[in-house]
């Protein structure tokens, strides 16, 4: 069973449109975290929200942990927001200082000009 | 700037063969990890480490061992490959003190034939 659900699968935007990317969660959890892959490369991390709403630039994440969802919103798209959008949900494991993530199997975003 | 290396970049293994995949980190972080990221399943944790001489299973461990000699070296080995574990490969590391965030490195595209 998946444990982190992400929709839709894939999107196709024109450059200038808002994009609204949504995650949820089959168990608890206390952190979320979303990250931004381009085709073949690395995983780099967008915004860290445990809670609320958060904002970086054109990205604002809003967080319901109690309802146990993310959302991901990304304002006037760029072509070069094309690529997949991760959201991760955080396991806290005994014995350690950190945690580990749980990931979702990404938005392909696809902004065309 | 947080700095993730891995190498190979690329490999091609027959199977049955032995395959040791290394990934460096320059952050001083206590946790490392590795994934497999294949389509259809998101990213899936094979291994973690949460400090020198520790290691985890993660969610898929089998066929896998993990090596952590040191704080900045972190190894991921496959005894006996088999086609089944083609996929791309992400070391990532991370702690606490970096904001709970994850830094990855590139991605090892490994190929069992």
């Known amino acids: 069973e998946q444990q982190v659900q992400q929709s839709p699968a894939s999107l196709v935007l024109q450059e200038g449109e808002n994009a609204e990317l949504q995650c949820s969660f089959s168990?608890?959890?206390?952190?979320v975290q979303w990250f931004y892959q381009r085709p073949g490369g690395r995983l780099v991390s967008l915004l860290y929200n445990p809670s609320g709403t958060k904002q970086s630039g054109r990205l604002t994440s809003t967080t319901v942990i109690k309802e146990r969802r993310s959302s991901l919103h990304i304002s006037s798209s760029q072509i070069t927001d094309s690529g997949t959008y991760l959201c991760a949900m955080e396991q806290s494991y005994y014995g350690g200082s950190g945690n580990k993530l749980i990931f979702g199997t990404g938005t392909l975003l696809s902004v065309k000009p | 700037e947080a700095a993730v290396t891995q190498s190979p970049r690329n490999k091609v293994a027959v199977t049955g063969g032995k395959v040791t995949l290394s990934c460096n980190q320059t952050n001083n972080h206590n946790n490392m990890y590795w994934y497999r990221q294949d389509t259809g399943h998101g990213l899936r944790l094979i291994h973690y480490?949460?400090?020198?001489?520790?290691?985890e299973k993660g969610d898929i461990p089998d066929g896998y061992k993990a090596s952590r000699p040191s704080q900045e070296n972190f190894s991921l080995i496959l005894e006996l490959a088999t086609p089944s574990q083609t996929s791309v490969y992400f070391c990532?590391?991370?702690?606490?003190?970096?904001?709970?965030?994850?830094?990855f490195g590139e991605g090892s595209r490994l190929i069992v034939v």
């Open positions: 990532a590391s991370g702690d606490k003190g970096s904001g709970n965030t994850l830094y």
């Open positions: 480490s949460y400090g020198a001489g520790s290691t």
């Open positions: 168990i608890f959890t206390n952190q």
